[in-house]
């Protein structure tokens, strides 16, 4: 199995960037596909952005997409997600997640492992 923790998170204005980072330990972070992922205050966690196990494939979420920025290192064993135009509704956690599957899923169901998500709030 596989630990996750996020780091990067905090209070920033409209429109400013940020940049999330998951760090693993445990099995072979290049094993798995990572996600990220945000929950709303009440709601599901809801899909943000996938990456392969190489880093060569990409899959984003409409409202992320052209704003956000999934990539990892596995020589670091961290994923990052950069994140830029930040919006009031971007306010919410934000989880990193790992999944067996070798397609870039985009369902909680499909992830294995979480870290304990870390806060992002934008003020306008």
């Known amino acids: 199995q596989v630990q996750l923790v996020e780091s990067g998170g905090g209070l920033v204005q409209a429109g400013d960037s940020l940049r999330l980072s998951c760090a693993a330990s445990?099995?072979?972070?290049?094993?798995?596909?990572m996600g990220w992922f945000r929950q709303p205050p009440g709601k599901e966690r809801e899909f943000e952005a996938a990456?392969?196990?190489?880093?060569?494939?990409?899959n984003y979420a409409d409202s992320v997409k052209g704003r956000f920025t999934i990539s990892r290192d596995n020589a670091k064993n961290t994923l990052y997600l950069q994140m830029h135009s930040l919006k009031p509704e971007d306010t919410v956690v934000y989880y990193c997640?790992?999944?067996?599957?070798?397609?870039?899923?985009?369902?909680?169901?499909?992830?294995?492992?979480w870290g304990q998500g870390t806060q992002v709030t934008v003020s306008s």
């Open positions: 990456i392969s196990r190489s880093g060569d494939n990409t």
């Open positions: 445990g099995r072979t972070f290049s094993s798995y596909v």
């Open positions: 997640a790992a999944s067996y599957s070798i397609v870039l899923q985009t369902t909680p169901d499909w992830y294995a492992y």
